[in-house]
Nanobody, 124 residues
Framework: EVQLVESGGGLVQAGESLRLSCAAS????????IGWWRQAPGKEREEVSC????????YYVDSVKGRFAISRDNAKNTVYLQMNNLKPGDTAVYHC?????????????????WGQGTQVTVST
């Protein structure tokens, strides 16, 4: 079956960095865009970033531009989200999924159901 498993979250102080990984299996990974979403307590789920199948197109929500970088290694069926200079506002559960749309202007609703995600907590 299609599986996307997130890892790499943790508890860090503001200004520190984390790299999240999204490991995929069960589908032709190199044919599909991958996106990252996050949801903080009391907030709606937010589109964070996405990357096209060929890595030509990327999107970042304004709040993370210049700090986060999405990349993928199709040979490893893995997408990464490098998160630098983390802020308390980045605290959330981060999920990856195949988006319906990934353009430079945004991404849209994922395919399938949400998994467990990986928790990122940034302290001051």
């Amino acid at each position: 079956e299609v599986q996307l498993v997130e890892s790499g979250g943790g508890l860090v102080q503001a200004g520190e960095s984390l790299r999240l990984s999204c490991a995929a299996s069960g589908f032709s990974f190199d044919h599909w865009a991958i996106g990252w979403w996050r949801q903080a307590p009391g907030k709606e789920r937010e589109e964070v970033s996405c990357i096209s199948s060929d890595s030509i197109t990327t999107y970042y929500v304004d709040s993370v531009k210049g700090r986060f970088a999405i990349s993928r290694d199709n040979a490893k069926n893995t997408v990464y989200l490098q998160m630098n200079n983390l802020k308390p506002g980045d605290t959330a559960v981060y999920h990856c999924a195949v988006p319906l749309l990934c353009s430079s202007y945004g991404t849209s609703g994922p395919v399938g159901s949400w998994g467990q995600g990986t928790q990122v907590t940034v302290s001051t």
